[in-house]
């Protein structure tokens, strides 16, 4: 009886362990990344999506690279969410409205074009 228990709890407990999501890395050109004011609006914007792991945002080569768990958020999802907030991602210009509330810092000759 007792080993019937053990593993009947034993079964439960692995199949309730999740299996560990794989963890991968977006690298996108993100054109209003120029000043840390763009730097830190990227940056919380980013995390707001669940399953993000780490960011890293440089302002010198206009760059980000995103850790993010795969079965919690896609990439698809991840540029969407940053385009929704006006970035300009791989030279795909983001919403129109929400460009004009970022600041003016956050842009060059070349992205106001």
Same mark, same amino acid.
């Given at each position: 009886?007792?080993?019937?228990?053990?593993?009947?709890? !034993?079964?439960?407990?692995?199949?309730?362990?999740e299996? /560990?999501?794989? &963890? +991968?890395? %977006? @690298?996108?050109?993100?054109?209003? !990344?120029?000043?840390?004011?763009?730097?830190?609006?990227? /940056?919380?914007r &980013? +995390?707001? %999506? @669940?399953?993000?792991?780490?960011?890293?945002?440089?302002?010198?080569?206009?760059?980000?690279?995103?850790?993010y768990?795969?079965n919690?958020?896609?990439?698809?999802?991840?540029?969407?969410?940053?385009?929704?907030?006006g970035?300009?991602?791989?030279?795909?210009?983001?919403?129109?409205?929400?460009?004009?509330?970022?600041?003016?810092?956050?842009?060059?000759?070349?992205?106001?074009?």
């Amino acid at each position: 009886m007792k080993t019937s228990w053990l593993v009947i709890v !034993l079964a439960l407990i692995f199949t309730s362990c999740e299996k /560990e999501s794989k &963890i +991968l890395v %977006l @690298e996108l050109d993100i054109a209003e !990344l120029v000043c840390m004011d763009g730097q830190k609006i990227f /940056e919380g914007r &980013i +995390l707001e %999506l @669940e399953g993000i792991k780490t960011v890293s945002a440089n302002i010198q080569t206009h760059k980000a690279q995103i850790r993010y768990r795969e079965n919690q958020v896609s990439a698809a999802e991840i540029e969407a969410h940053l385009g929704d907030y006006g970035f300009t991602i791989d030279a795909v210009p983001g919403n129109v409205i929400a460009r004009g509330r970022l600041p003016q810092c956050c842009f060059t000759p070349q992205t106001l074009k």
